[in-house]
């Protein structure tokens, strides 16, 4: 871009500051998440607005510059795809400390699956205090049944739902096969997508034909695994890819419940992230751990959800990266485990980077908005101190984490996070 040139690029954003990641090197400047090295990177606002070579790329004065000095790693933000927030249901913990572990653990955007009647005022209260918080995406309550609505009737409810401000649905039992096709028909008609989950008497067939976008932890798939179905399995695998139906597995929350994690009694109780839960929480967790271990043999169950998606490694279908809330799944950090998992069954890096990422802005029909590091997309960024495409460890090592264009240095997430243990003693 010529001084000219950019003389225009900056005037066009006067009076918004800048922020400028220097000479980072990028995974994920397009779906296929290759790496570019050397790169500038220029927010304003919430926006990525220019991305480029050091050297091709002007830094406009009084920008806020955070050093790359060629050996950062910047990475889109990522979506933890299967989140609950305390609640009722969920965790026994402050809402405002759970959001800021997921932040701090880079996910930028939840997934939220479990509907609560104050979630809207508390998204919109997080929003306008400007929490330390990823963005929400809020299902609506949930379907469990409702044979009597038919289609109009739930296209009503769900524009309802809609114009509410929701982001999707979940289904999760009852409805016939009919029915169920009307549901999803009316949800899309509504412009919302549907996750859930797979009853038995529907049946996976049904559900990859119906147009339901997400498919929660490979229910249907694991019943035909353990029944010895293999060559409808086989069958319905590659249909999967086909129909575009996504997949978020949460196999790290059933190798916790069923102690398959490699020597569960010891390693789960060192998980990265425990320092900073209350001790409370902690030690209702470690009771859970040797009540469960004296109900069965630690390692000795199958991994049967590993194992089916396993099956999912050369497919080439839409999958999503979710940890789910449960002892041991330390919120935020418990995505990083998620995505060891999918390393070890035999994924590359990159195409689970991508699963935590662009994939969750496609399920949601937003990639255009979010999910790459690229010119126009929402800026949710994580600035990483090694390569992540080594390991997975590395997503710890944070230099910091940005959300809808706002900084977050690792410095000021650690005194909080520090404060949050503090708090909870």
């Known amino acids: 871009m010529t001084g000219g040139l950019f003389a225009l690029f ?37 926006e990525v607005v220019r991305v480029g070579p050091v050297g091709a790329v002007e830094i406009p004065v009084d920008a806020e510059v955070i050093p790359g000095n060629g050996d950062r790693w910047l990475v889109p933000g990522l979506m933890n795809a299967h989140a609950h927030l305390p609640g009722p249901q969920g965790f026994d913990m ?14 930028t955007t939840l997934r939220v699956m479990r509907y609560e009647p104050d979630h809207q005022d508390l998204r919109r209260q997080c929003r306008d205090e400007q929490w330390v918080s990823p963005h929400w995406m809020l299902t609506a309550p949930a379907v469990v049944g409702a044979a009597s609505l038919n289609r109009a009737d739930m296209q009503a409810q769900f524009q309802g739902y809609r114009d509410e401000g929701y982001d999707h649905v979940k289904y999760l039992a009852g409805l016939d096969r009919a029915i169920h096709q009307q549901f999803v028909d009316a949800a899309h008609a509504s412009g919302l ?38 060559e409808l399995l086989t069958s319905l695998l590659a249909e999967t890819k086909q129909s575009g139906v996504y997949n978020c597995p949460t196999v790290s929350f059933y190798e916790v419940q069923r102690l398959t994690v490699p020597d569960s009694m010891e390693t789960l109780p060192q998980r990265y992230g425990l320092e900073y839960l209350s001790l409370d929480l902690v030690d209702s967790w470690e009771q859970w751990l ?36 449960g002892p041991f799944l ?4 418990a995505v990083h485990e998620e995505m060891k998992l999918f390393e070890e069954a035999g994924f590359s890096r990159a195409q689970v980077l991508a699963f935590a990422s662009h994939h969750g802005a496609a399920y949601f029909g937003q990639e255009k908005q979010w999910g790459t590091v690229a010119a126009g997309m929402r800026a949710d960024l994580v600035l990483l101190e090694e390569n992540p495409l080594e390991s997975f460890d590395h997503l710890r090592e944070t230099a910091g984490v940005m959300v809808g264009g706002r900084w977050h240095s690792a410095e000021f997430l650690e005194k909080e996070l520090e404060k949050l243990a503090l708090d909870g003693e």
């Open 10 to 46: 900056v005037a066009s954003f006067a009076g918004d500051s800048f922020t400028v990641f220097r000479d980072v090197h990028v995974v994920g400047t397009t779906p296929d998440f290759a790496v570019a090295k050397n790169q500038v990177v220029v927010v304003t606002g919430s």
């Open 290 to 325: 040797h009540q469960t271990a004296a109900k069965f043999e630690p390692n000795t169950s199958p991994r049967i959800r590993f194992e089916v998606l396993t099956m999912f490694r050369d497919l080439g279908a839409p999958m999503l990266v979710g940890a789910d809330d």
């Open 193 to 230: 997508p549907v996750a859930g989950h797979l009853p038995a008497h529907l049946g996976l067939a049904h559900m990859l034909r119906s147009g339901q976008d997400c498919i929660e932890h490979l229910q249907g798939y694991t019943a035909l695994f353990e029944a010895g179905e293999q």
């Open 94 to 107: 402050p809402l405002r400390g759970y959001l800021l572990l997921q932040l701090a653990a880079g996910v």
């Open 330 to 333: 330390v919120p935020g950090f």
